[in-house]
């Protein structure tokens, strides 16, 4: 395992100006840390790793790769581009391991962290490891957002997200799971019973609809509410799954691991405006999954799913278009239908706690560096910039701890 990882460090060109580091949404210091790699210094390199990003392990795992740092590798112009998130992943799974903090005394202020998706579980790291008295409050059993009951286990080992609870743990953080913060414990409760500051991390729970006839029949279901148990779904032999993201390739292979014989996923585009990565589409390719391109649905009923075929053209201005074909409605027969079309935040804290201005479906609308319009309450992650990758949340994230830190620190 060490051995490879010496041999794609010595790969590397160590790049003064590395395109990696600069499409590396969280600025990972990359030819750093590939020139520690080199000399054995791994402990060191696991280290910078986890001070400037917490959750490297994880988006070593689930980051867009190509998009990001392979993507942008120059050893990929002429030849095979340096996969530093093998690296990352090898070492940063092993600091983990045997990562112990030292007992950090809690001296200063209360701070909630409302969710533990990726957000929240960086900020309540860096809080902790500041002094702060971090409670974070999972609807759910156990933490871990949309890492846990979002991404499929083959995507990302859930061991990973249990070494972060205990890790958390560790640094002193409470946590409170199946609790929902909004109908009875308020944002007033949290600010009465001590907490200086209040973070929110939800996400975005709720799906969003296609907005046809069909949507609440019996066979139709929501990927995030799928993914999310599928064990508890009886599918059929014959899935189609409406949608062309990430999303979309991890419910349509779910379904094949559980039993579904045929899965086909219905987009009214092509591959290249597919929003799931390259990665993710070849695998779902191997693994079986059908593809039926320029269908668009219409209707979802007993049978399966009514389409119309569509066609991209180009308008006088040179725009790209997206049309529905006359007369080519179709029935695509199947036992279940899977919508996979992203998804917006739930309102329990907007509904039930005055003062909250949102944008759009529901997001929650923050100044540059977290702040809601309520004083004292922070948000970021996707119930702020809908569905982003984990990375992104994480960068930002940073930033907010950063400022619920100067928060704390000038309301003395």
């Given at each position: 395992m060490f051995d490879n990882l010496n041999n794609e460090a010595n790969r590397c060109l160590l790049c003064k100006r590395a395109r990696c580091v600069q499409k590396c949404p969280i600025d990972t210091p990359i030819p750093e840390i590939i020139k520690l790699i080199r000399e054995d210094r791994l402990q060191e390199a696991g280290e910078i790793m986890f001070d400037n990003n917490p959750l490297s392990a994880l988006c070593a795992v689930v980051c867009p790769h190509e998009n990001q740092c392979k993507g942008n590798c120059i050893k990929g112009i002429k030849g095979e581009p340096i996969d530093f998130y093998k690296m990352e992943e090898i070492i940063s799974n092993e600091y983990l391991n045997n990562l112990e903090f030292e007992p950090i005394e809690q001296n200063k202020d209360r701070i909630a962290i409302v969710g533990s998706g990726p957000a929240g579980m960086a900020i309540a790291v860096i809080l902790a490891r500041r002094g702060y008295k971090v409670t974070m409050f999972e609807a759910n059993e156990k933490i871990g957002g949309v890492l846990r009951y979002g991404i499929p286990e083959f995507r990302l080992p859930k061991d990973i997200l249990d070494k972060f609870h205990d890790l958390l743990i560790n640094l002193g953080v409470k946590i409170r799971p199946n609790t929902l913060i909004g109908p009875v414990i308020t944002i007033d409760k949290l600010f009465d019973d001590g907490y200086k500051a209040i973070f929110i991390g939800t996400g975005v729970w709720n799906p969003k609809t296609l907005n046809i006839k069909g949507e609440s029949l019996g066979n139709a279901h929501y990927a995030i509410d799928y993914l999310k148990s599928p064990s508890v779904y009886s599918l059929g032999e014959k899935v189609v799954v409406i949608g062309a993201g990430n999303t979309a390739m991890d419910s349509a292979r779910t379904a094949k691991r559980n039993g579904a014989k045929d899965v086909s996923i219905i987009y009214r585009r092509d591959f290249d405006s597919m929003t799931a990565t390259k990665h993710e589409i070849e695998e779902a390719k191997d693994e079986g999954v059908n593809f039926e391109l320029f269908k668009t649905p219409v209707e979802i009923v007993d049978e399966g799913l009514i389409y119309k075929e569509t066609k991209i053209i180009i308008d006088d201005q040179g725009n790209e278009r997206l049309i529905e074909l006359e007369n080519t409605e179709g029935l695509f027969k199947c036992d279940s239908v899977i919508i996979a079309i992203s998804q917006t935040p739930?309102?329990?804290?907007?509904?039930?706690?005055?003062?909250?201005?949102?944008?759009?479906?529901?997001?929650?609308?923050?100044?540059?560096?977290?702040?809601?319009?309520?004083?004292?309450?922070?948000?970021?992650?996707?119930?702020?910039?809908?569905?982003?990758?984990?990375?992104?949340?994480?960068?930002?994230?940073?930033?907010?701890?950063?400022?619920?830190?100067?928060?704390?620190?000038?309301?003395?």
């Amino acid at each position: 395992m060490f051995d490879n990882l010496n041999n794609e460090a010595n790969r590397c060109l160590l790049c003064k100006r590395a395109r990696c580091v600069q499409k590396c949404p969280i600025d990972t210091p990359i030819p750093e840390i590939i020139k520690l790699i080199r000399e054995d210094r791994l402990q060191e390199a696991g280290e910078i790793m986890f001070d400037n990003n917490p959750l490297s392990a994880l988006c070593a795992v689930v980051c867009p790769h190509e998009n990001q740092c392979k993507g942008n590798c120059i050893k990929g112009i002429k030849g095979e581009p340096i996969d530093f998130y093998k690296m990352e992943e090898i070492i940063s799974n092993e600091y983990l391991n045997n990562l112990e903090f030292e007992p950090i005394e809690q001296n200063k202020d209360r701070i909630a962290i409302v969710g533990s998706g990726p957000a929240g579980m960086a900020i309540a790291v860096i809080l902790a490891r500041r002094g702060y008295k971090v409670t974070m409050f999972e609807a759910n059993e156990k933490i871990g957002g949309v890492l846990r009951y979002g991404i499929p286990e083959f995507r990302l080992p859930k061991d990973i997200l249990d070494k972060f609870h205990d890790l958390l743990i560790n640094l002193g953080v409470k946590i409170r799971p199946n609790t929902l913060i909004g109908p009875v414990i308020t944002i007033d409760k949290l600010f009465d019973d001590g907490y200086k500051a209040i973070f929110i991390g939800t996400g975005v729970w709720n799906p969003k609809t296609l907005n046809i006839k069909g949507e609440s029949l019996g066979n139709a279901h929501y990927a995030i509410d799928y993914l999310k148990s599928p064990s508890v779904y009886s599918l059929g032999e014959k899935v189609v799954v409406i949608g062309a993201g990430n999303t979309a390739m991890d419910s349509a292979r779910t379904a094949k691991r559980n039993g579904a014989k045929d899965v086909s996923i219905i987009y009214r585009r092509d591959f290249d405006s597919m929003t799931a990565t390259k990665h993710e589409i070849e695998e779902a390719k191997d693994e079986g999954v059908n593809f039926e391109l320029f269908k668009t649905p219409v209707e979802i009923v007993d049978e399966g799913l009514i389409y119309k075929e569509t066609k991209i053209i180009i308008d006088d201005q040179g725009n790209e278009r997206l049309i529905e074909l006359e007369n080519t409605e179709g029935l695509f027969k199947c036992d279940s239908v899977i919508i996979a079309i992203s998804q917006t935040p739930k309102n329990n804290i907007t509904v039930n706690n005055k003062g909250f201005k949102t944008i759009g479906a529901g997001l929650l609308a923050v100044g540059e560096t977290g702040e809601t319009s309520r004083n004292g309450v922070f948000a970021s992650g996707d119930v702020v910039t809908g569905a982003k990758t984990v990375v992104e949340a994480v960068a930002h994230a940073k930033e907010v701890a950063e400022s619920i830190d100067q928060y704390c620190s000038e309301n003395k």
